[in-house]
């Protein structure tokens, strides 16, 4: 063989396919030739008839003995690292074996003929298989079609999410076949199953002005699929977020996920973070333990407020209505020194408000600032704080806090029901509502007056509706916990 012959011919990688046996009509080429004959185009798996063959020549002669190597390439769009980790687009399999993988390779034979038998792969679109032969630098590339198979499920890109009362998303929603490849030849057709919020022809949703979980069919063919979403009232919340790299972050965010601002990390980990209702400032408990209560600015500075050194335990602060002060419970060295405290925000006129045989109790501000709320063993009271004189709305319990009208207390009962307790701040009537919450959740009142943010014991956040007892979940909110809303 003349190697070096084959150094000049090898720019002649592409030639015209056809026919280049012994009665070709063809002029003599030198080269690699892919020969025709095999299906190019069919759906995910199929594996194409008879074989894929390449003939390799010179100046018409065949050139036996020389081996060839089939290489299917990766599916678009697998990846950066599609060539090292990404299924290959094709398979190919030695004519003597029956064993499909990416890679396979012949030796020609007295004709000048190497040839693999090949089978489509998983993902739809357009593939290829690469030809190469090292011995004389020819490489050339057989094109293949995949086609999606028959529609066996819906692809639904919205699963469960979040909208705010008015707004509007899309869930495109598709037939796809069992290897999850889109048919958008086929129609989906959608409907609303309640009056939440409209469906078009598009799988845009328009969400109603109540508030709710929703569901929306789609369909195409004989399949059949659903999603939901919950529809929530306009409101601003302050979390805990854990994102993606797991560390614990102050934020804020609409209800519905929009507008997420990732304020600044909490280290030790602070909880029940609290935003000021007149200043862009949020007020937090300092670690598990109570080691202290800091303020963290909007650009994430933060100062210490309460020092453990002036009470061993200090946990869950709250904004007072006008923003000057923090009111939290304290826990010094003697009982007497237990209870609810307030503090201005430069850390002066640290006062004991009232006095609890509770232990950690957590307050309450009511909206014009003049009454608090907390727990005493003998259960929830509401005290005046100018006078000291208190009542007795219900069982004990925590995290309580006033309706926007100050008329109604809802806090977290102090029991292992998982329930809440809404009652009316002058004592006169309150009632249980079991939601599955944890005792170190929050109870937080939407702008509305109607309806409560908490969070279940697998760490769902849910609406609960003061009135009808409803429960509405929003499992699209994982990722924030200690949420409470910005007033």
């Known amino acids: 063989m003349n190697h070096l012959r084959f150094a000049c011919v090898a720019c002649a990688l592409i030639a015209a396919c056809g026919g280049s046996g012994p009665d070709s009509t063809e002029p003599a080429f030198s080269g690699m030739k892919i020969l025709p004959g095999l299906a190019t185009s069919d759906t995910a798996l199929a594996r194409l008839l008879p074989s894929l063959t390449v003939e390799l020549r010179d100046d018409g002669r065949p050139l036996p003995g020389v081996v060839v190597r089939f290489e299917g390439l990766p599916a678009p769009g697998a990846g950066p690292d599609a060539s090292a980790n990404a299924k290959p687009g094709m398979l190919v399999s030695s004519v003597d074996a029956n064993d499909f993988v990416g890679f396979a390779s012949d030796t020609t034979d007295q004709n000048g003929r190497a040839r693999v038998f090949v089978q489509l792969g998983e993902r739809a679109g357009d593939m290829g298989v690469r030809i190469t032969v090292p011995e004389l630098s020819f490489v050339d590339t057989a094109k ?15 699963r469960d999410t979040v909208v705010r009362v008015g707004g509007k998303f899309s869930i495109r929603a598709y037939a796809a076949d069992e290897h999850g490849n889109v048919r958008l030849q086929d129609t989906v057709v959608y409907q609303a199953l309640d009056a939440l919020g409209t469906v078009d022809a598009t799988g845009t949703i328009r969400a109603a002005q109540a508030v709710g979980r929703a569901t929306v069919v789609v369909r195409s063919g004989g399949i059949v699929d659903s999603t939901q979403y919950t529809v929530v009232p306009v409101a601003t919340l302050t979390a805990v977020y854990d994102g993606p790299d797991g560390v614990p972050k102050v934020a804020t965010l609409g209800v519905d996920g929009s507008n997420l601002k990732v304020i600044g990390r909490v280290y030790p980990p602070g909880v029940f973070p609290t935003h000021s209702p007149t200043e862009d400032l949020v007020v937090y408990q300092r670690g598990t333990y109570g080691q202290g209560i800091e303020l963290m600015t909007g650009t994430g500075t933060t100062r210490v407020l309460v020092d453990q050194a002036l009470l061993w335990g200090t946990y869950y602060p709250v904004f007072s209505p006008d923003g000057a002060f923090v009111y939290f419970s304290g826990a ?23 006095s609890s045989d509770f232990g950690f109790t957590t307050p309450g501000v009511s909206p014009d600032g003049t009454r608090v709320a907390f727990t005493r063993n003998a259960g929830l009271f509401v005290q005046t704080v100018a006078t000291g004189d208190s009542v007795k709305v219900g069982r004990a319990g925590w995290l309580p806090d006033f309706s926007p009208d100050g008329q109604r207390v809802a806090y977290i009962n102090d029991s292992s029901d998982g329930s809440i307790t809404i009652a009316r701040s002058d004592g006169t009537s309150s009632k249980q509502i079991v939601v599955g919450v944890s005792t170190d959740s929050r109870m937080s009142w939407m702008p509305d007056g109607k309806w409560l943010l908490t969070r279940r014991y697998d760490g769902v956040l849910v609406l609960v509706n003061s009135i009808s007892n409803a429960i509405v979940p929003m499992p699209s909110l994982r990722h924030f916990r200690e949420a409470t809303v910005n007033h």
């Open 144 to 158: 293949f079609s995949v086609l999606p198979g028959n529609a066996t499920q819906m692809i639904v890109g919205v």
């Open 332 to 354: 010094g060295a003697q009982v007497s020194q237990t209870g609810i405290y307030r503090v201005a925000l430069d850390g002066s006129a640290l006062t004991q408000v009232a």
